[in-house]
């Protein structure tokens, strides 16, 4: 089905089953721990071998020798696989760096071998006896050094890496209010909770993966890529997903090396990383230095808006895309933004939740604070005053409208929810018993793209449907929220619809990435059950355009007969893909949301905690409002991660990041996050899919640490532009206890 | 070399590889190696898991997880870390919750081993479990089951008068209230961040207000 115009009325308008607030389908098994991941799959894999990943103790350099003899002779050791004796291993296009490593070492803890053993515990021990020297080699570890070598990256997902529109130097000189400041965020671990994680089985040249990714597709030609073998011969299935974030959207070393052990042993062999191996040898959100200037009138008129920024990776890799946002939020005359990409020899930066939009909402939004202080204006009406319904920077394309633009409605909406009105402007006056207590709020811009997406739709003779996709789902509902779809398309109850999901043999999907996912893969289903209708109507001898579904009957004119009618002298299948026109370049397609946050500060410790949290979001239809919710408060929770706590900690001698381990890189905890409010404006969006969808997993960690960044600088007047915002960056300037 | 002897060095080996940053050039190498050049040392261990006696013999390097997950193939536990860092392996061992990967299997004799399978399957969820439903306490699931256990045990341990930090006062009785859970659930992470949700589902399954 191409989708290339407007949607208009279609069976998903009934509303029946989309849009409730359904509890997830798969939610007693993730109860009850019945729920498979990738390494528990004893039901493929009776007697699997255990790898044990070794990873490269230096930043970057050589494997001068390595000592494989001890090793080899430990109790249970089947084989060991190293770039050496693998045979030839290909690089993945999605991957920056080899996923096995040697001689040459690209970062630290790179794969450089996996030792397989009879069981977890022997190769464990036997990888302790692999001897290797490396021959060091200098490399470039600091951001902030290597800044200034930075280049202009050839493409930034999103348009070109500068934009320029009107006088921007001109603009910014003549502003009578001004804000010139210089943010940093770090680099951020995904940390999601599942490691990476797969099952790898060989029979004959045929391979099959179970393992952890979002992006199953992607995943079978990667892995096709790096063995060398044809991707008809791979196949990944991928059912469950502890967590992804950005972090499971490419092919990573546990399936390689899964591959490699199984094929060298002879049997299944399943790996997951160990998790303090995982920080450095996978990828992560990589740190920026960002400067936003912003001009404005004293009435609050923005004149001038630029910003620019840097980041680094590996040679060949990509930027961060921190303005992004910039192009896309508030009316300005002159503009600019620019983008540098530095070389940088720490592990390999990539996508993580919001790549881009979330490290740069970081530095636009607190500017825009700064500005509203300097004018001596609300926040929340200077971003109003400043709104825009067309894109006011296209990046030199011509501008267009967004399809939907419901900032404004969110920010008052959110506003009045949150009691904004009772915040003082004064930063450090008001109190709680002994707490300072500060009110901040952000703005939340992210693009709502739509990837082509195809399923498969069966019809039983007992009036099951079943759907089969290669959709993920990586926590945020996807299960439910297709068969969801398919049941209102379909006439039937949720309960007689089955969803398999996550296996290379079902029809491509969208997969989960870019905040595509929801929106797509429930257009694929829509698809798919269109042909699916008219199946059963042919079948039925009903005129397919007149025939209606609801009640697991299917009716036209005075006719009428059970839906299960249709599949009685065998099964009916309808199958089709979405493919999306040109509407995404007639209008901007995005999602828009503002975050209220509210903190209280210890005026002794300086320790910050997060006491209120409003999300408003406009997101076109939404599919699910439970697990649409708990999307936003995750992403919510965090984004209160990165303002506060989150931290990959830059060894710039040995280069490689500290912390690495759940223990030493802090994430959220229970004790941090208050009870959180979401409210989902209402939207129908019909250019961006027939289910009148975005989403919305991304938009919600947009603006959350610059909300809590200025809900803090509004409670105790300290202005921190280095994340994230701990207590020893505060202390000095706290107001003096009376 | 005694039993108790291998027994410790191989406890060590597990803690450098732990370590992972320097494992491999690590100087304690040689003594790993003694280690790992060694045959596997046995145990048998007999311990009830949810219920069901089951006796087994394992390499003492095993953990209570991994004789769980990978010996009797109640994968319902989960392994986050492996180092105690973030409660997804958490089972009530006689009525305790503990991080099943910081303690070895053997070191249970005759204990009494609770872990998400034992608490209800599907179609006979725990109040617990079907709470978590309801109020979608979890996303991608993978740390739900250390949640629950660890929820369940919660409750118990309030119920028992064992004091927090979030308590003003350590004598007087814990209440049920968003802090206590919130104090007590604080070593079970959820990357997926459905904490806000997990806090009313306890709530609801002590019979109180979030
Ligand atoms: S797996 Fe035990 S605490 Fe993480
Ligand atoms: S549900 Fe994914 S980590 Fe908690």
Known sequence: MKFDQPATTNPIDQLKVVGKPTDRIEGPLKVSGAAPYAYERRDVAPSPAYGCVIGATIGKGKIQ????????????VITIVTAQNAGPVGKGAFNTAKLIGGPDIDHYHQAIAVVVAETFEQARAAAQLVRVNYVRTAGEFDLSKAKDGAKAPKQLTGGPPDSALGDFDGAFAAAAVK??????????????????????????????????????????????????????????????????FGGKLFIRADAVLAALGARAAGRPVKIALQRPLMINNTTHRPATIQRVRLGATRDGKITAIGHESWSGDLPGGKPDGAVHQTRMLYAADNRMTATRLAVLDLPEANAMRAPGEATGHMALEVAIDELAEGLGMDPVELRIRNDTQVVPDAAGAPPKPFSQRQLVECLRTGAERFGWARRNPQPGQARDGRWLVGMGVAAAYRGAPTMKSAARVRLNGRGLVIVETDMTDIGTGTYTIIAQTAAEMMGVPLASVRVSLGDSDYPVSAGSGGQWGAAS?????????????????????????????????VSAGRKAAPLADAARDGELVGEDAIEFGDLSKRYQHATFGAHFVEVGIDPYTAEVRVRRMLAVCAAGRILNPKAARNQVIGAMTMGVGSALMEELVVDKGQGFFVNHDLASYEVPVHADIPHQEVIFLDETDPTTSPMKAKGVGELGICGVSAAVANAIYNAAGVRVREYPITLDKLLAGMPAVA | MDAAHKLEISR?????????????????????????????????????????????????????????????NLTGSKKGCDHGQCGACTVIVDGRRINSCL??????????????????????????????????????????????????????????????????????????????????????????????NIIEAITEVAGGNA
């Open chain 1, 179 to 244: 804000v010139d400041s210089t943010y940093t965020t770090p680099d951020h671990a995904h940390a999601m909770m599942e490691p990476h994680a797969t099952i790898a089985a060989w029979k004959g040249d045929e391979l099959t993966l179970w393992t952890s990714n979002q992006m199953i597709d992607w995943g079978r030609g990667e892995i096709a890529k790096i063995l060398g073998m044809p991707k008809t011969k791979v196949r990944l299935i991928s059912p469950f997903i502890g967590g992804g």
């Open chain 2, 12 to 72: 060590r080996g597990v803690l450098i590889v732990g370590a992972a940053a320097s494992a491999v050039a690590a100087p304690s190498v040689s003594e790993a190696q003694a280690a790992g050049a060694d045959a596997p040392v046995l145990a048998k261990v007999a311990f009830e898991v949810n219920g069901t006696r089951r006796e087994l013999e394992l390499d003492t390097r095993t953990t209570l997880l991994d004789a769980l997950r990978e010996n009797l």
């Open chain 2, 103 to 196: 303690t070895l299997a053997v070191m249970h004799e005759g204990g009494r081993i609770t872990t998400i399978e034992g608490l209800g399957q599907p179609g006979a969820l725990h109040p617990m479990q079907a709470a978590f439903v309801k109020h979608d306490g979890f996303q991608c699931g993978y740390c739900t089951p250390g949640q629950i256990c660890s929820a369940v045990a919660v409750l118990d341990e309030i119920k028992a008068g064992v004091p927090s930090h979030a308590g003003a006062d350590v004598t007087a009785a814990p209440q049920v209230t968003s802090d206590e859970l919130r104090e007590r659930m604080s070593g079970n992470i959820c990357r997926c961040g459905a904490y806000s």
């Open chain 1, 521 to 553: 893969s429930t257009a694929g289903v829509f698809a798919a059950c269109m042909k699916l209708r008219q199946a059963v109507a042919e079948k039925l001898g009903f005129d397919p355009d007149k025939a209606v579904f609801a009640d697991g009957r």
């Open chain 1, 65 to 76: 020798s390595m000592d494989l003899g001890p090793a080899r002779r430990a109790p249970g």
